[in-house]
């Protein structure tokens, strides 16, 4: 049976792979918002944690286009925040892998500057490009 992530018959529903990477029980969240609440990084995001949350409930399949995992600064906030024991951010972090495995590149180096690129620290980037890209 073909259970490819990407153009596959068969394709595995998001939820299904989000829960499996990250061991979570999506339907358990009721939407109460701790998560977001506590956020630091709420601001720059395009969509909320508890909003990706309800997306995935809702089966929406284009929850992996959002930035917001990608902003996640994996702080764990908004997990020790969660009165139903969600771990939010292995939540954001099997967004982002279902999202490199689909071959979604989220930064190269030819697209920072030349002048940026000289002045960050080498250690960041070669972690920034772990962790954004396939
Ligand atoms: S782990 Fe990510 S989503 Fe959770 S509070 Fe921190 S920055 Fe926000
Ligand atoms: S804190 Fe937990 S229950 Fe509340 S919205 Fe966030 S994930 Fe859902």
Redesign the pocket.
Known sequence: MKTSMGSGSTRIPLRQQVEELCEQSIGTCYQCGN?SS?????PWMDAL?NQLIRRLQLGLEDTTRFA?PW?????????VRCPKGID??RV?EALRVVGLRSGEDHIGPHTIEKKRLSQLPQIALVAHMRKATG
């Open positions: 998560c506590g956020c630091p990084m709420g944690p917001s902003v996640c600064a994996s702080c764990f906030a908004c997990g939010v951010p954001m």
